[in-house]
């Protein structure tokens, strides 16, 4: 497994100064971690920072925002970007979940000072703070419509509020245990959830009822992503008819990333199982890189993907540190990671 390099979160700030310095790290799997620092001695005459790096640290291209540093030991280097903007007074402690509307305008996020705010995504100035859970929000994300918001928290509460005027207007209640992670259906006339009770359960928006427990998994189940399957995967066949609310789950398959290291593969609309795969740790998180292919992150910072139509064994492992992988999204070609360090 490859070395890992590392420098402090806010490296930008601490450089940002002559004199300035920055922690830096490297790691490698079974060797002890190499610690350095960068520090910034002044301008040069075209303003770019004059950085140096102490031994076994190599600094190579620098520009105004971004700094490459390689450490020639373990044959690593990577390129660290400064942040475009940062947004400081939005929340006072660390942020749980945020999500950006389609059109790019607003975010939404939660944290662990118990609150959950929307807010201009162009400067971070809040517009609206949605309170009515009871203890905390652990996931929030917008409706494609971007003017829609859907949240669950650890009062075993799913929530629809209104993103104009702050206001909840539907509550779904059901769930045994707190709520871990959402899903939306398509447009959003239906919506997905998943909870500490062990069960995935798909609602009704319109009638704000529950269509039914998609799995029940006796395990927690961290996290959920719904995606179109591919035309040759066998989604097995509804038991009884689907009822006429169930809006855009025929050819659906609902990931589930369970507490005791499964990550489980469901047909939404016939709620028979598709594939179940052990990894090894609890899955923490799971997304859809297309209908064919499918990652999942685990706790101990393993990051599978596997192939849906055969998940006996994972394309590849990616495996950056041992912290633990607590989201997943597809970017462009590849994906982004977000881990626990």
Same mark, same amino acid.
């Given at each position: 497994m490859a070395a890992t390099l590392r420098i402090q979160s806010d490296w930008s700030r601490a450089l940002s100064k002559d004199e300035g310095e920055a922690w830096l790290s490297c790691r490698s799997p079974g060797k002890p971690t190499l610690y350095g620092s960068v520090t910034r001695r002044g301008l040069s005459s075209d303003g770019i920072p004059d950085i140096v790096a102490s031994e076994g640290f190599v600094v190579g291209e620098v520009t105004k925002k971004s700094i490459l540093i390689s450490c020639p030991h373990e044959n690593v280097s990577t390129k660290f970007l400064a942040p475009y903007?940062?947004?400081?007074?939005?929340?006072?402690?660390?942020?749980?979940?945020?999500?950006?509307?389609?059109?790019?305008?607003? #975010?939404?996020?939660?944290?662990?000072?118990?609150?959950?705010?929307?807010?201009?995504?162009?400067?971070?100035?809040?517009?609206?703070?949605?309170?009515?859970?009871?203890y905390d929000v652990n996931c929030c994300r917008f409706f494609p419509s971007g003017l829609v918001v859907l949240s669950g928290g650890m009062d075993a509460q799913l929530k629809i509020w209104s993103a104009e005027d702050a206001s909840c207007v539907v509550t779904f209640k059901g769930h045994k245990g707190?709520?871990?992670?959402?899903?939306?259906?398509?447009?959003?006339?239906?919506?997905?959830?998943?909870?500490r009770d062990g069960t995935a359960r798909?609602?009704?928006? #319109?009638?704000?009822?529950?269509?039914?427990?998609?799995?029940?998994?006796?395990?927690?189940?961290?996290?959920?992503?719904v995606g179109t399957a591919d035309n040759s995967l066998n989604l097995g066949t509804p038991e009884k008819p689907p009822s006429e609310r169930e809006v855009g789950t025929e050819g659906k398959i609902l990931l589930l990333a369970r507490e005791d290291k499964k990550l489980q593969g469901v047909g939404l609309q016939s709620r028979q199982p598709v594939f179940l795969f052990v990894g090894s740790d609890a899955f923490n998180c799971c997304t859809f890189l297309s209908s064919t292919y499918i990652l999942a992150g685990t706790q101990d910072g393993n990051i599978y993907q596997l192939d849906v139509r055969n998940t006996n064994a994972p394309i590849q492992v990616v495996h950056r540190s041992g912290a633990p992988v607590l989201s997943l999204l597809p970017y462009r070609d590849g994906f982004i990671a977000s881990q626990g360090n």
């Open positions: 903007t940062s947004f400081c007074r939005i929340h006072q402690k660390s942020i749980t979940c945020l999500d950006i509307s389609s059109g790019g305008g607003l #975010g939404v996020s939660t944290s662990t000072d118990g609150t959950m705010k929307i807010w201009q995504a162009a400067n971070g100035e809040i517009r609206r703070l949605l309170e009515g859970h009871v707190g709520i871990l992670d959402t899903a939306i259906v398509d447009r959003g006339r239906n919506v997905l959830s998943c909870s798909l609602w009704d928006c #319109g009638k704000s009822a529950c269509l039914g427990v998609i799995a029940d998994c006796s395990s927690p189940v961290n996290g959920i992503a």
